[in-house]
């Protein structure tokens, strides 16, 4: 049967979703560059070589666009995280899988991390949508982190979640000084994040036990 020119359904799905896509792409190259508030509809317009209205048919605003940068980045993360913090194994071999993968965050993915810390320093002039969903996915990497300690144990661990904020921190840590020292050696740093976690699991099942 011939085609009558027109073109299908499913070809323009295709072609939509490539343009979402490439939307979001150039967005988060931008954001890392320029932050949140520095960059603009026009700027990621020029860049994917589109009009206004078809990103605003895509994410209906500036703001429905950062959000959806901001779930598509760190949403990424999040779930490697929860992976990485429940791929079982000994407990052993569950914290070196949970810092080999933070590693490779930060020495491979930065804008990971750098995606979901900008919304933050950013306070003033970001959307609240868009602190509402940093503070969501904060909360899910550290439940990612809490509930892979946990499922280790074998039990709730006291604090876990607090454990979960320290790492996370100490990971903050070391791509802040990547950022400014782009040629700094990242293993010392990570082998006293491997060091602090076991010290901060003892000294957590020892105040279990105690209580016992």
Avoid at 7 to 17: C, D, M, Q, V
Avoid at 18 to 44: F, W
Avoid at 183 to 191: A, C, G
Wanted: aromatic share 6%.
């Amino acid at each position: 049967m011939k085609s009558n020119g027109t073109p299908s359904t499913s070809s323009k799905t295709s072609r939509g979703a490539q343009t979402r896509q490439a939307i979001l792409d150039a967005s988060i190259e931008l954001v890392c560059e320029y932050g949140y508030a520095g960059t603009s509809v026009s700027m990621v317009c020029k860049k994917v070589g589109i009009a206004k209205t078809a990103l605003y048919w895509h994410f209906g605003s500036k703001a429905g666009l950062m959000a959806a940068v901001l779930d598509e980045v760190t949403g990424s993360w999040i779930t490697e995280l929860e992976a990485r913090s429940n791929q079982g194994g000994t407990p052993q071999e569950q914290l070196d899988g949970l810092v080999e993968g933070l590693r490779d965050l930060v020495e491979h993915r930065s804008h990971l991390f750098r995606i979901i810390l900008i919304p933050v320093m950013e306070s003033g002039t970001v959307s609240p949508e868009l602190r509402d969903i940093t503070r969501e996915l904060t909360h899910r990497a550290l439940k990612a982190i809490s509930d892979g300690f946990n499922q280790s144990a074998g039990f709730e661990l006291p604090e876990s979640e607090m454990l979960a904020h320290t790492i996370i921190s100490l990971t903050h840590g070391a791509l802040r000084r990547l950022l400014m020292e782009p040629e700094v050696d990242l293993e010392p740093f990570f082998k006293d994040l491997h060091r602090t976690i076991r010290v901060l699991v003892a000294d957590r099942l020892r105040r279990l036990a105690k209580a016992r």
